[in-house]
Nanobody, 124 residues
Framework: VQLQASGGGLVQAGGSLRLSCTAS????????MAWYRQAPGKERELVAR???????DYAESVKGRFTISRDNAKHLVYLQMTSLKPEDTAVYYC???????????????????WGQGTQVTVSS
C-alpha cells in the first residue's frame, strides 16, 4: 500500500486546513487509516484514526476541532482541521494498517504503512 499525503501549509492561529491522503495498492489489506503528527523535538503522536464503518477516535488535544473522514470508493482519508493553534504545528503523517478482529485499533506491525509527511505550520 502506498500513501500520498497533501494539503499542509502555513496558516494563522484560528484558521483551518484540510489534509488529504490517497491510498493505492493492496487496499483490501487495511481497515484503519490514521493521521499522526510529530513536532520538533517530540515523539510522533496519534491525531485521529478511522476504521471500517466510520468508527473514529481522536486525541484529546484535537477533539472538537479536527474531523477525520474517509471516502472508501476513492481510497481517501481526510483530516479537516479547524481552530488551529500554534501547538498544532508539526509534520503530519498518514498511516494505514490492518487491525486484528476484535481489537479495532491494535497495530500488529504487519500490513502497516506510512506515507510521507506534510508540514503544517500555525503562526500566532
Amino acid at each position: 500500500v502506498q500513501l500520498q499525503a497533501s494539503g499542509g501549509g502555513l496558516v494563522q492561529a484560528g484558521g483551518s486546513l484540510r489534509l488529504s491522503c490517497t491510498a493505492s495498492g493492496s487496499i483490501g489489506s487495511i481497515n484503519v487509516m490514521a493521521w499522526y503528527r510529530q513536532a520538533p523535538g517530540k515523539e510522533r503522536e496519534l491525531v485521529a484514526r478511522t476504521a471500517t464503518y466510520g468508527v473514529t477516535d481522536y486525541a484529546e488535544s484535537v477533539k472538537g476541532r479536527f474531523t477525520i473522514s474517509r471516502d472508501n470508493a476513492k481510497h481517501l482519508v481526510y483530516l479537516q482541521m479547524t481552530s488551529l493553534k500554534p501547538e498544532d504545528t508539526a509534520v503530519y503523517y498518514c498511516s494505514a494498517y490492518k487491525s486484528p478482529y476484535g481489537s479495532i485499533w491494535m497495530r500488529l506491525g504487519t500490513n502497516d504503512y506510512w506515507g510521507q509527511g506534510t508540514q503544517v505550520t500555525v503562526s500566532s
